[in-house]
């Protein structure tokens, strides 16, 4: 895990103050590792560090600073100290974070570096020469992680019930860069899981698609699914999955090879997605299809996802 700056500027933007709870250290039996964190804010949080005691208690401490502001470093031995079954401890620290602090972030050598309290002097080139590329490091009153890496583009042709489910299951997973796509403003719920991007015609949309990202077509038109499998076929993608049956997938097949496209190449759009032994519910489907996912991702990018 690491610092992911995109997601934290964001939540900024949105509620103004939010609170970041990253795992610093991790030893013996703990529920996540060092690098793990969670953004809290009155009414809501996003990430999580485990869930369970420890989440709850650091949570509510964490809504407790946001008033105050700052940061604090605690470490908390799991067993005697909250009574988790977990054996090991942890070391948590916790930042408010608004748009003073976002002024304070400094990036240097590809990690987050910021100071934990408003006075700090200027970062000793001794805590600068010791960045790592993993967890949190805390030191001289100064905090850095290594930076998120930018994920694999997830790119969801459709914002209706199935590609809501998508992007609502797909954007708490770390490594991917998601954009909900659709063709009006009002087919986009009102906080929209995923970046929304505005698409009236597929062709100059399919033209921006990056060749290593990962296409879900799940659109309320039949017409427009096949334009956008005709579109990417004629690019390079990672893995293109389109919603519906084996009937739909062969009436595509034999559309797509009329539009001049041969079998090998309109075998590449893989339909049906999901997993059918988990039914048709949206959210079911969107499990089955994260599943999938899930292993092109553990293929170091290079493999392919079967859905």
């Given at each position: 895990m690491s610092f992911d700056e995109a997601s934290l500027r964001r939540a900024v933007a949105r509620h103004g103050r939010v609170a970041r709870i990253a795992v610093a250290e991790a030893k013996g039996s703990a529920p996540r590792e060092a690098g793990a964190s969670?953004?809290?804010?009155?009414?809501?949080?996003?990430?999580?560090?485990?869930?369970?005691?420890?989440?709850?208690?650091?949570?509510?401490?964490a809504l407790a600073r946001l008033a105050g502001g700052g940061a604090a470093v605690e470490t908390i031995?799991?067993?005697?100290?909250?009574?988790?079954?977990?054996?090991?401890?942890?070391?948590?620290?916790?930042?408010?974070?608004?748009?003073?602090?976002?002024?304070?972030?400094?990036?240097?050598?590809?990690?987050?570096?910021?100071?934990l309290s408003q006075n700090a002097d200027a970062p000793p080139a001794a805590f600068l020469g010791r960045l790592a590329r993993s967890a949190v490091h805390l030191s001289a009153g100064w905090a850095a992680e290594p930076l998120a890496r930018s994920g694999r583009p997830l790119w969801i042709w459709g914002a209706g019930h199935v590609g809501r489910?998508?992007?609502?299951?797909?954007?708490?997973?770390?490594?991917?860069?998601?954009?909900?796509i659709d063709i009006a403003p009002e087919r986009f719920p009102a906080d929209p899981p995923a970046v929304p991007v505005i698409a009236p015609e597929v062709a100059p949309a399919a033209a921006r698609a990056p060749a290593e990202a990962a296409h879900l077509i799940v659109t309320h038109s039949h017409?427009?699914?096949?334009?956008?499998?005709?579109?990417?076929?004629?690019?390079?993608?990672?893995?293109a999955g389109l919603i519906g049956s084996e009937t739909k997938r062969a009436r595509f097949g034999a559309r797509l090879r009329q539009m001049g496209h041969s079998d090998a190449s309109a075998g590449r759009i893989a339909c049906p997605?999901?997993?059918?032994?988990?039914?048709?519910?949206?959210?079911?489907?969107?499990?089955?299809?994260?599943?999938?996912?899930?292993?092109?991702t553990s293929t170091s990018h290079e493999g392919s996802a079967t859905a």
């Open positions: 969670m953004l809290v804010w009155p009414g809501g949080q996003e990430g999580t560090i485990g869930g369970g005691t420890l989440e709850w208690q650091a949570t509510e401490r031995p799991l067993g005697p100290g909250i009574g988790q079954c977990c054996g090991g401890a942890v070391k948590l620290l916790t930042e408010v974070w608004d748009d003073d602090a976002l002024t304070r972030l400094r990036i240097e050598r590809g990690h987050a570096v910021r100071p489910a998508l992007a609502a299951v797909m954007a708490p997973l770390p490594g991917w860069d998601i954009s909900l017409a427009r699914d096949l334009e956008i499998c005709h579109r990417l076929l004629l690019r390079d993608f990672a893995f997605i999901g997993d059918p032994a988990l039914g048709k519910h949206p959210q079911a489907i969107a499990l089955g299809v994260a599943t999938s996912l899930l292993r092109l």
